[in-house]
């Protein structure tokens, strides 16, 4: 029961994954859009099983429609400066939408022509899922500019690109062309996301089987120099480790502390799943090799994050990340662009969507709203075994 509530409650990570620091500009909105493509460049890459060509190009839409980044990048900019926290949530949908069926756009999707649940309707996604409407907005601009051109996938590429900019990472092309994908299922998630309390093993071979490497796997770790993750997904490692061993010995007394003060508190229960704790108290909003170095004194809030300090696979990269910082944003940056050509869509698969929540065999309703379950918070079950874990006394009705 404790393992299976472990792996429940877990998948509630909310994650940014992956991000790095300007080169020219400590705050990048001052320098404005850069439009640095090298037209027709196509994107060759080799890494393993990722996909190394499939009509991949930057500047792919310059003559069918030029504008297409720059209005991505004016919705994007607007909305991180009400609120830089976008930039973990679009990493976060990216990193999940390209882990699962590829960079296809998937994960956007409110319902498909089977009506199964979808990505979204996962607690993998559903819980504290950002940026949503923001890809609406901008895809809403670009059809009516140029309709049936841009892929949702494409917008969402472009915007994980600006938001990271945003937060300091340096400027990098985005190779497009991809298009949307016509699946989105519930079940596909489990297996291809991975889990803060699996053994890092588990998560190296995930990315692994995505075409990238353990070193991309750290680098892009590294993202949790931003971000946020909500008690459930880390509350097991203070309130019953083991069935044994009641706090994790691999967390520092101070984090330890942090924990049970931010989550060992009588709230609603319904209350305890929306609470969260920021990965970087320090520079919550930029990213930067902070996150490496803590890792080396043995503070992380994710347990996986730690073990990467320990590990034999993965120590000397993380010692190097702590080391140099421009050398740990070089490398975060090939690997943003290696993760963005995971399984992609080209030519005549899938399908441009017209909205980005349906495929164009689904009647649209309107950009907002959602069918059926969003995945967000625990159900009953969930909440006996959690209670049986944690104790019936941090919740009140």
């Keep these: 029961m404790e393992g299976r509530m472990r792996v429940r409650a877990t998948i509630f990570i909310l994650c940014s994954i992956f991000l790095p620091l300007a080169s020219n ?3 990048p909105l001052a320098s404005g859009f850069r439009h640095r493509h090298r037209h027709g460049r196509v994107a060759r890459h080799g890494f393993g099983g990722v ?8 500047g792919f839409y310059g003559n069918t429609c030029p504008q297409a980044e720059q209005i991505v990048n004016e919705v994007v900019t607007k909305a991180y400066k ?6 973990a949530g679009f990493l976060r949908l990216f990193f999940h939408d390209c882990f699962v069926h590829g960079c296809d756009a998937s994960i956007l999707l409110d319902k498909t022509a089977s009506g199964e649940k979808v990505e979204k309707d996962s607690r993998a996604n559903g819980q504290g899922m950002r940026g ?8 809403a601009r670009i059809e009516a500019e140029c309709p049936g051109i841009v892929s949702c996938a494409d917008v969402l590429s472009y915007a ?21 994908g016509l699946i989105s299922r519930e079940t596909d998630v489990a297996g291809n996301i991975p889990l803060p309390s699996q053994p890092l093993q588990n998560i190296s071979q995930l990315f692994i089987s995505k075409g990238m490497t353990v070193e991309d796997m750290v680098v892009l770790i590294g993202s949790h120099s931003i971000g946020i993750a909500h008690c459930p997904t880390f509350l097991y490692r203070v309130a019953q480790y083991n069935p044994t061993v009641k706090v994790d010995p691999k967390l520092t007394t101070a984090d330890a502390n942090n924990i049970r003060n931010t989550c060992l508190r009588p709230v609603p229960f319904e209350d ?10 320090v520079t919550p909003f930029r990213m930067d090799n902070i996150f490496y170095k803590n890792l080396l004194e043995g503070k992380a809030l994710i347990e996986s994050d730690r073990l990467m300090a320990d590990d034999i696979t993965t120590k000397q990269t993380v010692q190097a990340m702590a080391g140099n910082e421009q050398n740990w944003l070089a490398k975060f940056a090939d690997a943003m662009v290696r993760l963005g050509m995971v399984d992609v869509k080209t030519g005549t698969e ?10 164009n065999s689904v009647n649209p309703q309107q950009p907002g709203d959602n069918n059926g379950d969003s995945g967000i918070g625990f159900d009953k079950e969930d909440e006996e075994q959690f209670r049986q874990i944690i104790g019936s006394t941090i919740f009140v009705h």
């Design 25 to 27: 500009a400590r705050h």
């Design 51 to 58: 996909t190394q060509l499939k009509d991949l190009r930057v």
């Design 82 to 87: 009400k609120d830089p926290g976008v930039s």
């Design 132 to 139: 949503l409407e923001l890809i609406d907005e901008a895809k």
């Design 160 to 180: 994980t690109r600006e938001g990271s900019v945003m937060a300091g990472v340096p400027h990098y092309d985005v190779a497009a062309g991809r298009r949307d």
């Design 272 to 281: 305890l799943s929306q609470t969260f704790m920021p990965f970087d108290p």
């Design 350 to 359: 899938g399908e441009i969507r017209r909205n980005c929540r349906f495929v």
